[in-house]
């Protein structure tokens, strides 16, 4: 079960709806656009400090959209906002919202070496404790990057004092996944024995297929009924769910930065449907923090374990 520091806001379920009716976890992500990895080629790092920072109206709208609602979410941070998001990123931990660890400087886990990976979770850790007054006990690797081919990761993410982790996509794509890994919380263990708490996004199955339903781009890509009925398929069972969003999707009018096509139309695809969309979505689910929702499923029963091996 997680410890109840885990969780840097009260534990107590949104009102509209008993705690173990509320089995669907809402995380954003907290970065800009231009930390996407579809411009990870395209934008050096050394360049993002002199770009436009636009994430904080979207950060805005999203903290009055779940106050409306009474809707908890997790916010998995990336420290090299935190100089202008802090104060915001602040207030939601007041409110109630978790707020989590999306690493430092937004690089694949593919592109560190366990040291550089150490250094960058020392560096946000320390960060988002000095910005935002909390130690954060979850982790998501950007793009999703925990996959056979970084799973020595696991081993430094367990040294750092997470207890749980949210980087595991249970599908075939082309810049990520774990197409065997359980569709719902496990426990994950790497190739050294070191275990920890595993949150994976939304999938759904269609005959032999198992289809991504999780992620803010396939929220703007399948129709917004069949979304729908995906996530009330699963929350009417109480097996958890987690989706997850960037406020770079609630930015259509962000500017538009060199990509391939197939990357530039991922990125961009029906932007400008999200904002309406997602506060429809809010006002008929209700929603909490990935700690509280773990925290619920480990007192209910025990959890599959699922090995991570290596793969060079």
């Known amino acids: 079960m997680l410890r109840s520091a885990l969780v840097s806001a ?63 979410a997790t916010f998995f941070v990336l420290a090299d906002t935190l100089d202008d998001l802090g104060g915001p ?62 799973a020595w990761a696991l081993d430094v993410l367990v040294e750092a004092g997470f207890e749980y982790d949210a980087s595991v996509f249970p599908i075939h794509h082309d810049r990520y996944g774990v197409p065997d890994a359980p569709t719902e919380p496990f426990r994950i263990v790497s190739p050294s024995g070191a275990a920890m ?11 032999p297929l198992r289809l991504p339903f999780g992620g803010g781009g396939y929220f703007r890509l399948w129709p917004y009924g069949v979304f729908r009925r995906v996530l009330a398929a699963r929350v009417s069972t109480a097996e958890p769910a987690m989706l997850y969003f960037h406020p770079w999707e609630l930015d259509p009018d962000q500017p538009r930065l060199p990509a391939g096509w197939l990357a530039t139309r991922r990125h961009r695809l029906n932007l400008g449907r999200t904002r309406p969309r997602l506060a429809r979505l809010l006002r008929e689910f209700r929603f909490d923090t990935a700690a509280a929702v773990l925290e619920r499923v480990t007192a209910a029963g025990t959890l599959p374990t699922y090995r991570l091996s290596a793969r060079t």
């Open 10 to 72: 009260p534990s107590s379920p949104p009102p509209a709806k008993a705690a173990h009716q509320v089995c669907a976890a809402l995380s954003i992500d907290v970065e800009e656009y231009f930390h996407c990895e579809a411009f990870a080629g395209r934008v050096a790092p050394s360049d993002r400090g002199r770009m436009e920072r636009r994430a904080r109206p979207c950060l805005d709208w999203l903290g009055e959209q779940l106050a409306a609602t009474a809707n908890r």
């Open 197 to 207: 708490l595993e949150f994976p996004p939304l999938t759904a199955h269609l005959g």
């Open 89 to 150: 990123l602040r207030d939601l931990a007041r409110d109630g919202h978790e707020i989590a660890c999306h690493g430092a400087a937004h690089q694949h886990l593919a592109r560190l070496s366990p040291a550089a990976l150490r250094d960058d979770l020392r560096r946000a850790l320390d960060r988002i404790a000095d910005r935002v007054g909390v130690r954060a006990r979850g982790y998501r690797a950007p793009t999703f990057s925990l996959t056979p081919a970084t």
